[in-house]
């Protein structure tokens, strides 16, 4: 065998060796995955956690190839971690960061999960739409707060903006913040209380789409407005 056939044997011979390892390794990590997440479902007493770890768990696993040179502990708490009943958030507000704590609130029957800042906002279920609002009325003189969030199941993106398009007049553009999406902004004039319109637009990763309409007026868009879009960055999508 001469020297270039040899190299390229030893070469397949490591990858093969290699490939073997690394399935071991999966093989461990997932075993120990299920045995640690049983052992939560009988210490916990809210069975939807238990099924948005599984889906966290199998998105963290397949995104992340580094995964497999990682502790098993290491990975089985990363994964208990992924939806904790609260979290704490830091919210940039003119200059500095607010640390918050932000509450799961289990929206897993209409396909997400969101936490939200319920110091000062509450989450309302409509027919329709779910409508994250002020916790509190605002006076009379402020015009109205709120992020609505609409599942159209059977419309996919490139439809569901073409329809806001016609309707309110609007351009959407890609952002990624504060998620990646497709967006579009309104004004109502130039006052402190004019009326802001923003509209995000994404995949529900089903065919359909999820719009997020967030309301709120000029002078709030370095309060209210930041606030809105922090607690749309804790939108997850999940299984049934």
């Given at each position: 065998m001469d020297n270039n056939k040899f190299e390229r044997y030893i070469e397949k011979t490591l990858k093969?060796?290699?490939?073997?390892?690394d399935e071991l390794q999966k093989e461990r990590m997932w075993q120990e995955l299920e045995e640690q997440l049983s052992f939560e479902k009988e210490k916990k007493k809210k069975p939807y956690w238990i099924g948005l770890v599984s889906t966290a768990a199998a998105i963290l696993i397949l995104a992340s190839g580094l995964l497999?040179?990682?502790?098993?502990?290491?990975?089985?708490?990363?994964?208990i971690k992924w939806f904790e009943p609260e979290k704490q958030v830091k919210i940039p507000m003119e200059g500095s960061e607010e640390e918050e704590t932000a509450t799961l609130n289990d929206q897993s029957e209409k396909g997400y999960?969101?936490?939200?800042d319920e110091e000062h906002y509450k989450l309302e279920e409509h027919e329709k739409y779910d409508l994250i609002t002020t916790k509190e009325p605002l006076p009379e003189q402020y015009p109205e707060v709120s992020m609505k969030i609409i599942h159209e199941k059977d419309q996919?993106?490139?439809?569901?903006?073409?329809?806001l398009e016609a309707e309110y007049d609007l351009t959407f553009e890609s952002t990624d913040y504060p998620i990646d999406a497709q967006t579009a902004r309104t004004i109502d004039g130039q006052e402190w209380n004019s009326p802001v319109n923003r509209f995000f637009v994404i995949s529900d990763k089903n065919g359909g789409s999820y719009i997020f309409h967030q309301k709120?007026?000029?002078?709030?868009?370095?309060?209210?407005?930041v606030r809105l879009s922090e607690m749309l960055k804790e939108f997850h999508i999940v299984e049934k």
């Amino acid at each position: 065998m001469d020297n270039n056939k040899f190299e390229r044997y030893i070469e397949k011979t490591l990858k093969e060796e290699e490939y073997k390892v690394d399935e071991l390794q999966k093989e461990r990590m997932w075993q120990e995955l299920e045995e640690q997440l049983s052992f939560e479902k009988e210490k916990k007493k809210k069975p939807y956690w238990i099924g948005l770890v599984s889906t966290a768990a199998a998105i963290l696993i397949l995104a992340s190839g580094l995964l497999f040179t990682t502790p098993g502990h290491a990975l089985v708490d990363t994964v208990i971690k992924w939806f904790e009943p609260e979290k704490q958030v830091k919210i940039p507000m003119e200059g500095s960061e607010e640390e918050e704590t932000a509450t799961l609130n289990d929206q897993s029957e209409k396909g997400y999960v969101i936490y939200v800042d319920e110091e000062h906002y509450k989450l309302e279920e409509h027919e329709k739409y779910d409508l994250i609002t002020t916790k509190e009325p605002l006076p009379e003189q402020y015009p109205e707060v709120s992020m609505k969030i609409i599942h159209e199941k059977d419309q996919p993106v490139e439809d569901t903006i073409r329809q806001l398009e016609a309707e309110y007049d609007l351009t959407f553009e890609s952002t990624d913040y504060p998620i990646d999406a497709q967006t579009a902004r309104t004004i109502d004039g130039q006052e402190w209380n004019s009326p802001v319109n923003r509209f995000f637009v994404i995949s529900d990763k089903n065919g359909g789409s999820y719009i997020f309409h967030q309301k709120y007026f000029l002078e709030a868009s370095e309060g209210h407005g930041v606030r809105l879009s922090e607690m749309l960055k804790e939108f997850h999508i999940v299984e049934k």
